[in-house]
Every structure is written in structure tokens, then in C-alpha cells.
């Protein structure tokens, strides 16, 4: 469902992208690469663009690695800004509530219990994990790999920024706990 904060949203984003990079390649590129920015933000700061797919770690002023990502889908994205509150290897993940309520077919074996699943390779939060917080809670919104690469570049998840586990490994390395993170 479309509300209000989501719809302001992805038009502040619509309007920011351009202001945002000052080049941009043609066509999408998953792998991470070191791209110019606008020297507006400042280093170690994460920017998400969910309607380019791209998530940008601010190296240095002016420059920024990329990453691919796939993000979420309609009216359950995540926009704002947040602070990664923690950090963790191979995660441990169960769904919320509200996704149990929504898919039960697919969130079957989570319902009416208290399963939660293992980290490792068959883990849907994949390698790694940054959570991010707002005013020192979390939002149940994640940076993280994936066990479905083919999604990175599309708009699948339940809210989450996704992507491929060799490039949430390469990006939890560079970022400590408190990085701001911008989603437009």
C-alpha cells in the first residue's frame, strides 16, 4: 500500500538522483566501483538510491564506491535516515510479524513458534549483516547478502537493501557501527 511518507519519498528521490551523481554510467553495473559524487557528503556516509539500485559508500570527498543492490518492494521500503547499530557475520534471521501475516505460504514453518534460522549459506540474510537503527532502536531494516544474486537490481525484498555476499563482505569490512546510512 502506497501511503503518504512512501510517495513523498520516492519523489524527494526522483528529484535528488540527478543532484546526487555528477556521472553515471549507462545501463547497471552490480559490481562495486569507485564513481564521482558530489562533495556534499562526507566520507564514511552510505547513500542509497533504490530507484538507480545502488547503494554508495563515500570514500573520500568526491569519490564513492558503488555497489548494486536490490531493495524493497513497493510501499515496504525503507527511506531516511538511520545509523548501522550493529554488525554481524552469517546472521541468524526469522520474519517479522508482519511478513508471517503476509506471505504464510512462504513463512509457513515461522508461524506460531519461535524458530529462529541459523546463519550460514541457506541463510536469506546471507554473509553479513549491518542493521540499521533510528534514535537508538532498531527498524527491523537490514543491509545484507543474499542467497538469490539474480535479485540484486530489482525491487523483491520485504524492505531490505540486499546485496550479493561477496559485496556485503567487501562493504562490512569498510564500515564500522554508528555509519550513517541515507536512504532517498
Known amino acids: 500500500m502506497l501511503n503518504r511518507r512512501s510517495f513523498l519519498a520516492a519523489g524527494t528521490a526522483g528529484?535528488?538522483?540527478?543532484?546526487?551523481?555528477?556521472?553515471?554510467?549507462?545501463?547497471f553495473a552490480p559490481a562495486p566501483q569507485a564513481v564521482r559524487i558530489k562533495?556534499?557528503?562526507?566520507?564514511?556516509?552510505?547513500?542509497?538510491l533504490p530507484r538507480s539500485y545502488y547503494l554508495y559508500l563515500v570514500t573520500e570527498p568526491g569519490v564513492a564506491m558503488r555497489y548494486g543492490v536490490?531493495?524493497?518492494?513497493?510501499?515496504l521500503e525503507f527511506t531516511g535516515s538511520a545509523v548501522i547499530g550493529a554488525k554481524k557475520e552469517w546472521p541468524t534471521w526469522r520474519p517479522t510479524?508482519?511478513?508471517?501475516?503476509?506471505?504464510?505460504?512462504?513463512?509457513?514453518?515461522?508461524?506460531?513458534?519461535?524458530?529462529?534460522?541459523?546463519g550460514g549459506p541457506s541463510n536469506p540474510l546471507g554473509a553479513r549483516a549491518l542493521y540499521l537503527f533510528e534514535n537508538g532502536r532498531d527498524t527491523y531494516f537490514r543491509i545484507h547478502g543474499t542467497t538469490a544474486p539474480s535479485t540484486i537490481g530489482t525491487s523483491?525484498?520485504?524492505?531490505?537493501?540486499?546485496?550479493?555476499?561477496?559485496?556485503?563482505?567487501?562493504?562490512?569490512?569498510r564500515v564500522p557501527v554508528g555509519t550513517t546510512v541515507t536512504v532517498l
Open 70 to 75: 536490490g531493495v524493497g518492494k513497493a510501499g
Open 97 to 118: 510479524n508482519e511478513m508471517i501475516e503476509r506471505d504464510p505460504v512462504a513463512y509457513g514453518k515461522f508461524k506460531d513458534n519461535d524458530y529462529v534460522q541459523p
Open 39 to 48: 562533495t556534499d557528503y562526507a566520507p564514511g556516509q552510505i547513500l542509497v
Open 156 to 173: 523483491v525484498s520485504n524492505g531490505c537493501i540486499r546485496l550479493r555476499n561477496e559485496h556485503v563482505m567487501d562493504l562490512y569490512e
Open 15 to 27: 528529484l535528488a538522483l540527478p543532484s546526487v551523481l555528477r556521472a553515471e554510467t549507462v545501463g
